[in-house]
């Protein structure tokens, strides 16, 4: 991946736009790696039922974005393209987002083919708008995203 030099959060966010378009929510099923037993699936499921479109609101990521032992691989395509969103449109009201998002590829699970953790789905130009998301988000909060930055390369290769 050649290195972009820096973006402005605009330009980034155009980037996000072209290559995370909105997907079609999963069904319930699909959505979980845990049976409809598992207590903290009917929890997220009854937080997330009313979201059915593809684009995600707020209010849906909040229940999903800390869940990854618990989603799978499905729901964070359906996630992600609203919550990268809403980390450079600066309206995540939690704080939380952009240190979130680091975690996700430090914990890169390539092995597990259900998991959260599995970005085995992103494209070479997903994975280059990322690493802009990534070093926008060093630059802008002073989070620490080497490591991710680096699996995510490697992702790439």
């Excluded at 378009?21 to 049976?35: I, M, N, T």
Aim: with cysteine; proline share 3%; aromatic share 16%.
């Amino acid at each position: 991946m050649e290195y972009e030099g820096y973006l402005t959060r605009e330009e980034i966010l155009e980037r996000v736009e072209i290559a995370f378009p909105f997907v079609d929510r999963p069904s319930c099923k699909e959505l979980f790696v845990f049976d409809k037993d598992d207590i903290m699936r009917k929890i997220i499921e009854s937080g997330i039922s009313k979201y059915v479109e593809p684009e995600l609101a707020y209010e849906g990521v909040l229940v999903l974005y800390d869940e990854f032992s618990t989603i799978s691989q499905k729901a964070v395509q359906w996630m992600f393209p609203s919550f990268l969103r809403f980390i450079l449109k600066k309206t995540d009201l939690s704080g939380n987002f952009h240190w979130y998002l680091p975690t996700y590829f430090e914990n890169l699970d390539l092995v597990t083919e259900n998991s959260a953790y599995n970005f085995s789905w992103l494209s070479r130009e997903q994975i280059s708008v990322l690493l802009c998301v990534l070093e926008y988000l060093s630059e802008e909060y002073g989070d620490l995203t080497a490591e991710a930055q680096e699996r995510l390369r490697d992702l790439g290769r």
